[in-house]
């Protein structure tokens, strides 16, 4: 464990958990608004969803770049460089003359948060291990946990009092404010333990990290939990609004108390004694809540039974987050960037895939059917790691 000032220590914690959390303002922020967003741009409802799509696709594609550049030259100067694409990109999405250019801008936008993304991974593994890690990556993910809170509440107020737009300039404070933060901020990458090869050879690097079985096992486990994760998202205005009936201000309360479930998730898994037991138990909740919904919705298809089993999977899915994070960044040290990068791809990848399906026919009915499949195939991975020889300890 690195030594800091408890001053300098939750800076640290704060700095990560606002680079970890652009996922959920890139993504969630303008939620609320995307049922209008059909109408202020005369295009279709699935058009609006691939903006969101762009987004997840950005983020996936920005971290297999960003990761391995941090390796070689360091987090500093590659957040850097990723904050500033970032805000250029998000005044682009404010003066968008079409939907088109708008989803193009979206793709930059997730390219540029990306680098937060994948950076709060490495910059925790460059100080932490085992359960410091641990609990270091829970702490964020409870700060996390805030940010699919407060992202669609400020989303919809800010869309009820000056439009769409407003949101995307608070991305762009956000953004710069994280330029401001890393004046604080100090390297833990060190010179010394850079990559001095060249670029073509770092890339050349990836397929070295697939040859860690459990490393891609624990990806594939976390890849799935995000399936579950952005099915969700990416429906849950449609079907809050929708189907439910609930105004834009009533989805971004209940879209904000649902995010404290993932929080929540993310702060109990320390009580297991190993991760891959908090990883077992958060899949086998995601694939219960998911099979009982299916059943729910065709005997006693009403709001309540939908919010009380969406809520139990998402204190699921955050059970995984944090697990599944520990034991891959573990797994994948020698190559921390690298390892960083593809775990924290595949989770946007998914999403990416998922999100546009979901809209497909009733959008209730595909969703949970994509919940449920993901959720089988976690469970399958977390039974896996389970089975591991070598203990994952959180103490």
Partial sequence: MSHFSKKYYLFLVTFLGTLSAFGPFVTDMYLPTLPSMADVFHTTPSLVQMGLATSMLGLAVGQVFFGPLSDKYGRKAVLVSAMVLFAVSTVACIYSPSIEFFNVCRFLQGLGGSGG?????????????????????????????????????????????????????????????????????????????????SIMSLMSKFPEIFRLRYFVVYTLLYAFNCGVLFSYVSSASFIIQNHFGFSELQFAIIFGVNALGIGLGSGMSLKFRKMSNAALFGAAGITVSALVQIL?????????????FTFLMLVSVGFILTSATTMAMDEGRSMVGTASAIFGASGFLFGGIVSPLVGLGDILSTTLILVTVCGLMALLFAVISFRRPAIHAAS
């Fill in 117 to 197: 993304l994948v950076l709060s991974r490495s910059v925790a593994t460059d100080c932490y291990s085992g359960r410091e890690l641990a609990k270091t990556l829970a702490i964020i993910g409870a700060v996390n946990g805030i940010a699919p809170v407060t992202a669609p509440v400020i989303g919809g107020l800010v869309s009820a009092a000056v439009g769409w737009q407003g949101i995307f300039w608070i991305l762009f404070g956000i953004g710069a404010g994280i330029l401001v933060m890393c004046l604080i901020f100090r390297e833990s990458h060190s010179k010394d333990k850079r990559y001095t090869g």
């Fill in 296 to 308: 729910v919705s065709v005997l006693l298809p009403s709001f309540w039974p939908y919010e009380v």
